[in-house]
């Protein structure tokens, strides 16, 4: 069955770092999103990304956040400067539609800032 | 407002019973409703969906009730198993939306007891 990966599971990084985490989405697939979960939280929408470019972004998704794909395959989102607020787990997602489709989730990279 | 939202955070059953988890969403706009499977340390797992237009769907032992009156949604599980122990979100995604974003509520933890 096809699956979204995502890399590493877990990074822990010191404040005030970049930090990148990496995805790949299924292949034909074409609508692409990350999400963020705080611990003991709701699952909340940050960004989401087709025809290579970005179609929405939440508040959170601010100056410090860009996403990219580089190559066709790999999905990424920077953190340029973490805080220690960044920490949660992200989730990559994709779609083969927008709506009424399956949103197919990775098993998310948990980020730590210390 | 946006928003959908869980009552219950915390559903404990035996095993064998049927579950049941509820779900309030607030826009009654929203066209089409889904309910994720998030075991600990993963991403979430579709489980079922179902579209504004319909009240009832069926799956393997699952299913979703839509109230459009009430703006309510409920997910059914029968004869509760052990593995069906996780977090359960119910999550919305409209076709108003040119991004497929989905809205998560809350979550319900579901304890099923041996």
């Known amino acids: 069955e096809p699956e979204v990966t995502q890399t590493p599971s877990h990074q822990v990084t010191q404040m005030g770092q970049e930090v990148i985490l990496r995805c790949v989405p299924i292949?034909?697939?074409?609508?692409f999103y990350w999400y963020r979960q705080i611990l003991g939280q709701k699952v909340e929408f940050l960004v989401s990304?087709?025809?290579?470019?970005?179609?929405?972004k939440s508040e959170i998704f601010d100056d410090q956040f860009s996403v990219e794909r580089p190559d066709g395959s790999n999905f990424t989102l920077k953190i340029r400067s973490t805080k220690l607020e960044d920490s949660a787990m992200y989730f990559c997602?994709?779609?083969?539609?927008?709506?009424?489709?399956?949103?197919?989730f990775g098993q998310g990279t948990r980020l730590t800032v210390v | 407002g946006e928003s959908v939202g869980l009552h219950l955070p915390t559903l404990s059953v035996q095993e064998g019973d049927n579950s049941i988890i509820n779900c309030a969403y607030s826009?009654?706009?929203?066209?089409?409703f889904i309910w994720y499977k998030q075991e600990s340390g993963k991403g979430p797992q579709f489980i079922i969906d179902?579209?504004?237009?319909?009240d009832k769907r069926q799956g393997q032992r699952v299913t979703v009730l839509l109230n459009k009156t009430v703006k309510h949604l409920s997910l059914q599980i029968a004869a509760t198993q052990p593995g069906d122990s996780a977090v359960y979100f119910c999550?919305?995604?409209?076709?108003?939306?040119?991004?497929?974003?989905?809205?998560f509520g809350q979550g319900t933890t579901l304890q099923v007891k041996p």
């Open positions: 997602a994709s779609m083969t539609g927008r709506v009424g489709t399956e949103a197919f």
């Open positions: 292949s034909n697939h074409l609508y």
């Open positions: 990304f087709y025809n290579n470019e970005i179609s929405e």
């Open positions: 826009n009654s706009a929203s066209d089409y």
């Open positions: 179902i579209r504004s237009n319909m």
């Open positions: 999550a919305e995604n409209r076709d108003s939306s040119n991004t497929g974003k989905l809205i």
